[in-house]
């Protein structure tokens, strides 16, 4: 069975740096490309940043520049470095992967708080 956690979440200041790690268990098949999607409760989830299988990236605009994506395929493990921390970056962060041969999975969810 696949699964997928996320760790990495925490308190930081504002201006600050955190990495978030998704560690994938199992094997997936059909794989498309590796995100990571955020929530603010009463809102709506949120892609912040993926990289296809190819290695091509993608930023919402109000993490560019700021969150790098990268992943280790040795590890089966992708992260999501986030620096220059903003109050407004507080969420739930969520690692998904989604594929051709079934639903994307999900990660549990890790918290950011990002405090002024």
């Known amino acids: 069975q696949v699964q997928l956690v996320e760790s990495g979440g925490d308190v930081v200041q504002a201006g600050g740096s955190l990495r978030l790690s998704c560690a994938a268990s199992?094997?997936?098949?059909?794989?498309?490309?590796r995100g990571w999607y955020r929530q603010v409760i009463g809102q709506e989830r949120e892609l912040v940043a993926a990289?296809?299988?190819?290695?091509?990236?993608y930023y919402a605009d109000s993490v560019k520049g700021r969150f790098i994506i990268s992943g280790d395929n040795a590890k089966n493990t992708f992260y999501l470095q986030m620096n220059n921390l903003r109050p407004e970056d507080t969420a739930i962060y969520y690692c998904?992967?989604?594929?051709?041969?079934?639903?994307?999975?999900w990660g549990q969810g890790t918290q950011v708080t990002v405090s002024s």
């Open positions: 998904t992967i989604p594929r051709t041969t079934g639903p994307s999975y």
């Open positions: 990289i296809t299988n190819g290695g091509s990236p």
């Open positions: 199992g094997d997936i098949v059909g794989i498309i490309a």
